[in-house]
């Protein structure tokens, strides 16, 4: 794969504690994502990134900000974690003129 | 607006049976589909893009811009393809951004 690594893979946390997951690319590609995968509503787009410091929300953005200071990291943070943000975290980067590489994924629990 | 659909939560097929798998697509431009597979709590992995025409484990899909459908298609069902398929599209022109439908959870009774 094109070297996308997410960390934690695992994470338990209390509702109200603020939460950070990391995306690391060893490829130097511009365009990272961050989606959340839930039963029933398929992949849904967090927030993306089209280079250092540009980044855009998409479709379930509220009660998440991202950062990105390097083209490697694309850091997402869950301000104040609530039980309805329980779920798989999968970062992507567009790697080509057509292709996209997912992480592995973060499952995160809040309770 | 860019919009995906997977009509199908669930289908189940009998292993050696043909399977297709619906997909349907909103999209204003010229787009770029993709199907995506995932097999039990592992990463999604690409399975087949329309734009390069080939056949991948058996599967193909073929872009119909009349009905909007990207189908995805195999003649002989295997017990090693039940996993969770995401049809998704990707604008390319500014932001690049990759959309999913829903999925369809794929089982293969042996």
Known sequence: DAGITQSPRHKVTETGTPVTLRCHQTENHRYMYWYRQDPGHGLRLIHYSYGVKDTDKGEVSDGYSVSRSKTEDFLLTLESATSSQTSVYFCAIKTGSYGYTFGSGTRLTVV | ?110
């Not at chain 2, 049976?17 to 690409?46: D, I, M, T």
């Not at chain 2, 195999?74 to 998704?88: G, I, N, T, W």
């Open chain 2, 1 to 110: 607006a860019q919009r995906v659909t997977q009509p199908e939560k669930l289908l189940s097929v009998f292993k050696g049976a043909p399977v297709e798998l619906k997909c349907n697509y909103s999209y204003s431009g010229s787009p770029e589909l993709f199907w995506y597979v995932q097999y039990s709590r592992q990463r999604l992995q690409l399975l087949l893009r329309h734009i390069s025409r080939e056949s991948i484990k058996g599967f193909t899909a073929d872009l119909n811009k009349g009905e909007t459908s990207f189908h995805l298609k195999k003649p002989f069902a295997q017990e090693e393809d039940s996993a969770m398929y995401y049809c998704a599209l990707s604008s390319n022109f500014g932001n690049e951004k990759l959309t999913f439908g829903t999925g369809t959870r794929l089982t293969i009774i042996p």
